[in-house]
């Protein structure tokens, strides 16, 4: 399954993972982990505010249209409205996909789920 997500780059973490679970809503997990990966920054966690951030100001410097990321979920019970954006204690692999920066306004998250 894929589906694309749009965030404004005034968005939070929480904003971003409410997004995800109203738009996919088989996920439960407490904790959820994005990972993303660009030159030079391997396996990033995107994890919280600072992290999405962080983000945000390395597509825009760089002038990346693209982010390659994989979601995990720790598999707690917890629901969606009540997860901690930044704690995970590992999990499996939900889901695989990529973030396009559509403008200097937006970021598309498109999510690929196994």
């Given at each position: 399954?894929?589906?694309?997500?749009?965030?404004?780059?005034?968005?939070t973490?929480?904003?971003?993972?409410?997004?995800?679970?109203r738009k996919?809503?088989?996920l439960?997990?407490?904790?959820?982990?994005?990972?993303?990966?660009?030159e030079?920054?391997a396996?990033?966690?995107?994890?919280?505010?600072?992290?999405?951030?962080a983000?945000?100001?390395l597509?825009?410097?760089?002038?990346?249209d693209a982010?390659d990321?994989?979601l995990?979920?720790?598999?707690?019970s917890?629901?969606c409205s009540?997860?901690?954006?930044?704690s995970s204690?590992g999990?499996s692999i939900?889901g695989r996909?990529?973030?396009t920066?559509?403008d200097v306004?937006?970021l598309?998250p498109?999510f690929?789920?196994?």
């Amino acid at each position: 399954m894929c589906a694309g997500v749009v965030l404004s780059r005034r968005a939070t973490f929480q904003d971003l993972v409410e997004k995800l679970c109203r738009k996919w809503s088989d996920l439960k997990g407490g904790a959820l982990l994005l990972l993303y990966s660009l030159e030079g920054h391997a396996k990033c966690m995107l994890s919280c505010d600072d992290d999405l951030e962080a983000l945000f100001a390395l597509t825009l410097s760089r002038h990346i249209d693209a982010v390659d990321v994989i979601l995990m979920d720790s598999g707690s019970s917890s629901t969606c409205s009540t997860v901690d954006p930044c704690s995970s204690d590992g999990g499996s692999i939900a889901g695989r996909g990529e973030l396009t920066v559509d403008d200097v306004v937006d970021l598309v998250p498109s999510f690929f789920w196994a």
